[in-house]
């Protein structure tokens, strides 16, 4: 979310329109096994967790245009008529198969109501649809000595019927749309295509589970959609129904239709096959012309204290407790700028400490505060005028230019940790600026040339604040209000961080932007 919000926050500023849509993934069985656990409805379960986690999002400023629920009405719709669209097309077909079936709890398991031994690596606790530790899509008749989650008897065999989508025959033009993806992370298109080489197999689009959207093929009452099948047809129905309720309801197939638009993902590595194969393959076998995925960026994992982090685990930091700890861009700040682009990351407090501490406050917070709080009390919160640049002032502002197109390049090209730290690069440039120039010095012997080295400074300023704002927006508005520049940070534009404050613009009297951490990691841990 993170990821996706520093792009579309991005992609605003260079004024593209952009519309970043997501939601919560409300069905399948690991909803119905949690319902179950805590004797409530689904809906119930979700209805209240949807609501938490949209307003935590919003907390953590996650700018989306449409954050909604795959039990919206208008994604049920969606995801019903596309399927017929693909079942006329010839892609889906329905055949009797093997499942597991609790004699206990009278139900077939599919998925997270199975577990046992992946037949791959062996991992212990591998689930009915995927073994988190070698990634690979499971069924769960393929796992070893298997367990029902809910009362942990072993399964039966029972027959019943299914609908499927058959991949292989959609496995040429998804090797096309692949190897002609430019924008592709490497990593990300090999992948998939030794996925694809492997053999596609028909993948099940219906599952005996009562949570979930009804599957609308003839003669398949009583069951539901496969939660990947439908929920990645939600980026989709989200976008639909962000404009549903505009005065222009069909701006959506701009997005989807227009062969112009560009559409960008950002997820785990574990969830690469259902953003270039399935939702791909969706999108083909559906003959609606939509726009296949443009970019995937995919990060490793982000380990906690060596433990791969995880809800289901209960490993990691919960975000509403996060927020109590530190503000918000303390957190938006270290995870992009440890975003683990290349390989997996592990946090720890003592990393945290140093990377706000070191590039934060020391950096970032320091040289904005000297400079703005010098003109505050040297010049009377006043930019000074320049009156005569030398060599070195301009190589600075040609420094800084330079820096912010390389940012820009860095997260359009998905390397949001490199475009994290060019944005602390930026602020280390000032400091050394005026570490070497020491103006303070100069203000008894030459006010004018002090006076056009924070002019100087004030131009960096003003560029790390257009900058920062995809990554610490709260920060980056602060300081754009501080520099008392007209409207706000939101409706300017990228181009915006090179444009000079003229000369006797007055400023307002600067506010710390960033405090040390002193706690030490035990109390953290607590």
Request: charged share 25%; hydrophobic share 40%.
């Given at each position: 979310v993170l990821s996706a919000d520093v792009t579309a926050r991005y992609y605003r500023l260079k004024g593209a329109d952009t519309v970043m849509v997501s939601g919560s993934d409300t069905h399948g069985t690991p909803i119905e096994v949690e319902a179950i656990k805590q004797g409530i409805t689904p809906k119930a379960l979700t209805d209240c967790n949807h609501a938490k986690v949209a307003e935590l999002f919003r907390l953590w400023g996650a700018s989306f245009d449409n954050y909604t629920s795959t039990e919206s009405s208008v994604h049920k719709e969606f995801v019903q008529k596309t399927l017929l669209e693909i079942e006329k097309n010839g892609y889906i077909f329905s055949q009797d198969t093997q499942m597991l079936y609790c004699e206990n709890d009278q139900r077939f398991l599919p998925d997270r109501f199975v577990e046992g031994?992946?037949?791959?690596?062996?991992?212990?606790?591998?689930?009915?649809?995927?073994?988190?530790?070698?990634?690979?899509?499971?069924?769960?008749?393929?796992?070893?000595?298997?367990?029902?989650?809910?009362?942990?008897?072993?399964?039966?065999?029972?027959?019943?019927?299914?609908?499927?989508?058959?991949?292989?025959?959609?496995?040429?033009?998804?090797?096309?749309?692949?190897?002609?993806?430019?924008?592709?992370?490497?990593?990300?298109?090999?992948?998939?295509?030794?996925?694809?080489?492997?053999?596609?197999?028909?993948?099940?689009?219906?599952?005996?589970?009562?949570?979930?959207?009804?599957?609308?093929?003839?003669?398949?009452?009583?069951?539901?959609?496969?939660?990947?099948?439908?929920?990645?047809?939600?980026?989709?129905?989200?976008?639909?129904?962000?404009?549903?309720?505009?005065?222009?309801?069909?701006?959506?197939?701009?997005?989807?239709?227009?062969?112009?638009?560009?559409?960008?993902?950002?997820?785990?590595?574990?969830?690469?096959?259902?953003?270039?194969?399935?939702?791909?393959?969706?999108?083909?076998?559906?003959?609606?012309?939509?726009?296949?995925?443009?970019?995937?960026?995919?990060?490793?994992?982000?380990?906690?204290?060596?433990?791969?982090?995880?809800?289901?685990?209960?490993?990691?930091?919960?975000?509403?407790?996060?927020?109590?700890?530190?503000?918000?861009?303390?957190?938006?700040?270290?995870?992009?700028?440890?975003?683990?682009?290349?390989?997996?990351?592990?946090?720890?407090?003592?990393?945290?400490?140093?990377?706000?501490?070191?590039?934060?406050?020391?950096?970032?917070?320091?040289?904005?505060?000297?400079?703005?709080?010098?003109?505050?009390?040297?010049?009377?919160?006043?930019?000074?005028?320049?009156?005569?640049?030398?060599?070195?002032?301009?190589?600075?502002?040609?420094?800084?230019?330079?820096?912010?197109?390389?940012?820009?390049?860095?997260?359009?090209d998905g390397w949001l940790q490199s475009a994290a730290n060019t944005l602390i690069s930026i602020s280390r440039i000032g400091n050394q600026y005026l570490n070497d120039k020491e103006p303070w010095n100069l203000m008894k012997t030459d006010k004018e040339k002090a006076g056009t080295i924070f002019y100087i400074a004030t131009q960096v300023v003003k560029a790390i604040s257009v900058v920062s704002e995809p990554f610490i927006p709260q920060t980056a508005e602060q300081l754009w209000q501080t520099l008392n520049l007209q409207s706000t940070l939101g409706s300017c534009r990228w181009s915006d961080a090179v444009v000079p404050i003229e000369s006797g613009h007055k400023i307002v009297k600067p506010q710390p932007f960033f405090h040390k951490i002193e706690t030490d990691e035990d109390k953290l841990d607590e």
């Open positions: 031994k992946c037949p791959y690596c062996g991992c212990e606790k591998a689930r009915g649809d995927q073994c988190d530790l070698c990634g690979k899509l499971l069924e769960p008749t393929l796992l070893v000595e298997p367990y029902c989650t809910i009362c942990k008897t072993k399964p039966t065999v029972k027959t019943t019927r299914h609908w499927y989508i058959d991949l292989s025959k959609l496995a040429a033009p998804l090797t096309q749309y692949l190897k002609e993806n430019q924008q592709l992370p490497a990593s990300v298109k090999n992948f998939s295509l030794n996925w694809i080489k492997e053999g596609l197999k028909p993948r099940a689009v219906t599952r005996d589970v009562e949570w979930g959207i009804p599957a609308p093929f003839e003669g398949a009452q009583g069951k539901t959609i496969y939660v990947w099948v439908e929920a990645v047809l939600g980026y989709i129905s989200a976008t639909i129904e962000r404009f549903q309720h505009t005065d222009s309801p069909d701006r959506w197939r701009e997005f989807w239709l227009d062969k112009n638009t560009k559409t960008l993902y950002f997820v785990g590595k574990d969830n690469i096959p259902f953003h270039t194969i399935i939702l791909p393959a969706l999108l083909l076998a559906s003959g609606q012309g939509f726009n296949l995925p443009w970019n995937v960026s995919a990060t490793e994992f982000l380990q906690f204290k060596g433990q791969k982090a995880s809800k289901s685990q209960r490993v990691g930091i919960w975000i509403d407790e996060a927020l109590e700890m530190f503000p918000v861009d303390y957190w938006r700040f270290f995870l992009i700028a440890t975003r683990p682009e290349s390989k997996d990351t592990n946090f720890t407090w003592a990393a945290f400490i140093d990377k706000i501490n070191a590039d934060l406050n020391d950096t970032f917070g320091n040289f904005i505060h000297r400079t703005l709080s010098f003109i505050n009390n040297k010049f009377e919160g006043k930019i000074p005028p320049a009156t005569k640049l030398e060599d070195t002032d301009e190589a600075i502002l040609s420094a800084v230019k330079e820096k912010v197109a390389q940012a820009a390049k860095e997260i359009e």
